[in-house]
């Protein structure tokens, strides 16, 4: 199975309730930078994490995470991103929020 990091500002409750509601966007700014940083932005204007497409969706972004294996590049983006924005991360497929610390369970 694959696991995908949604990450954004989001209501705990509706995501409880499997519902994304977002409740500001996520600073997009931040989000190029630290792709920059640890990933790659294609000449298309495509971010990858570890080889694989990040979704942006209207507030938020979803990451590549668990495959066969860890994508430790997404795991340090999602951290970063995290520490500086202080944002939610939930993995939908374990319908659960997931924290940097947590990385390590896996």
């Known amino acids: 199975m694959i696991h995908k990091l949604t990450i954004g500002h989001f209501d705990i409750e509706a ?3 499997h519902r994304v509601v977002v409740l500001r966007p996520i600073d997009m700014t931040v989000v190029s930078r630290l792709v920059r940083e640890v990933g790659e932005i294609t000449e298309s204007g495509r971010l ?3 080889g694989h497409a990040v979704e942006v969706y209207i507030g ?3 990451c590549p995470w668990l495959m ?3 994508n ?3 795991e340090e ?3 970063r991103l995290c520490q500086e924005v202080g944002c939610v ?3 939908d ?3 659960e929020t997931v924290t940097p610390e947590q990385f390590a369970e896996w």
């Open 72 to 74: 430790k590049v997404a």
């Open 60 to 62: 938020y972004i979803v």
């Open 48 to 50: 990858t994490l570890g």
């Open 89 to 91: 991360m939930y993995d």
């Open 68 to 70: 066969p294996s860890r």
């Open 77 to 79: 983006f999602a951290k």
């Open 15 to 17: 995501l409880k309730a």
């Open 93 to 95: 497929s374990r319908r």
